[in-house]
């Protein structure tokens, strides 16, 4: 049997970045994913900060540039604010990260994904073209999603998590911002359109404790929209999917196991952004387990601490505005623009509340 350095279960943003950083520091690294073409289906807004542009240098990755978000109240007032960034097709971005995790020496294994975990004895068990291959390792980066088979081998808890719909349409008129529409109509989410040339992602997010159906609310926003001349009628894309929202994991490590990105609980609970966590984190765990193996004792456990330093104060706040918001959909108070500015990040009160 085989034995790797690292196992990386996941090609998404966190487990290509994790896998790269890893075979660059000379480890022998084998990095699988169950989909057969990496990046699809897209199941995001495809948003990213400024920061993290040097990923996105060039097209087809970088679509277009985004200089504000206009946040939409319930009274229909529009709150203008700076929130700079790129739009990017994901799945192309998903594939470079792949390839330079490639070019640094990883194996890429897709389609594979694995049937069995046998932590104690460092081994798994992956299916790739029909069969079972068994592979041993000294260390695995869980990137495989909120719903982490890698934390279910392992009898860890699920992640609460946040149902989202979408549609992909065609734009009237160049937009330069990103749209935010905060409505009691998507109980414990929001909506949005974020704006790709000559297409939009228009989408909604909601709790699904405390709504089921998404299609009406969403095809409710799309006639506006078309009333208003702003979008076609026509939906080019369709996608969803599953966005963590109770904050990071109690542990990022478990033994030599590390979770990054939406695995390990790092998507913002408000806004549901998560792909510049998933690379920090991904990075960082790929170094992280380099340094282990080369015999820093604390490295992992220093990995969960520096993930939390990072992103625990930011994650903390919105765990918060989420449990305050809790109590107050399907009331009238979710109707007023108050209780909305003090829930989303675009507001003074969302972090003057955190602090009172």
């Known amino acids: 049997m085989r034995t790797v350095d690292l196992l990386v ?18 480890l022998d690294v084998v990095a699988v994913d169950r989909r057969r073409v990496l990046g699809e289906p897209v199941q995001c807004a495809e948003f990213i900060p400024t920061p993290m542009s040097r990923y996105a240098r060039d097209f087809p990755v970088r679509q277009q540039t985004i200089g504000g978000m206009a946040s939409i109240l319930p009274s229909g007032h529009i709150h203008r604010s700076d929130f700079p960034g790129l739009m990017i097709d994901r799945a192309e971005f998903d594939r470079a990260l792949a390839r330079q995790a490639r070019a640094e020496g990883a194996e890429l294994w897709h389609p594979a994904h694995l049937t069995a975990l046998d932590p104690l004895r460092q081994q798994a068990t992956l299916r790739q073209h029909g069969r079972e291959v068994p592979l041993r390792y000294r260390a695995l980066v869980a990137a495989d999603g909120p719903h982490s088979t890698v934390a279910a081998r392992l009898g860890l808890p699920r992640l609460r998590t946040l149902r989202t719909r979408q549609y992909t349409v065609p734009l009237n008129r160049p937009v330069e911002d990103t749209l935010i529409w905060l409505s009691d109509d998507y109980p414990g989410g929001y909506a949005w359109l974020f704006p790709r040339g000559r297409e939009a992602n228009l989408g909604l997010g909601v709790d699904p404790v405390l709504q089921r159906d998404m299609k009406l609310p969403l095809d409710d926003l799309h006639r506006r929209l078309i009333a208003e001349g702003l979008t076609g009628p026509a939906v080019l894309r369709r996608t969803g999917g599953a966005i963590p929202v109770g904050g990071p994991r109690e542990c990022l490590h478990e033994g030599c196991t590390l979770f990054v990105g939406d695995a390990a609980g ?22 992280a387990v380099a340094a282990w193996l080369a015999g820093d004792g604390d490295a992992l456990e220093e990995y969960d601490e520096d993930m939390r330093d990072q992103f625990g104060t930011a994650l903390h706040r919105a765990v918060e505005r989420r449990q305050s918001l809790q109590t107050v959909w399907h009331t009238p108070a979710a109707a007023r623009d108050e209780t909305q500015r003090r829930g989303w990040i675009a507001f003074d009160e969302y972090y003057e509340a955190a602090t009172a």
Do not use: F
């Open 9 to 26: 279960v996941g090609l998404g943003p966190g487990g290509a970045s994790a896998a790269g950083r890893a075979a660059a520091a000379g």
């Open 266 to 287: 790092l998507t913002h609970p408000i806004t549901g952004a998560g792909i510049a966590a998933a690379v920090i984190s991904g990075e960082h765990a790929g170094a």
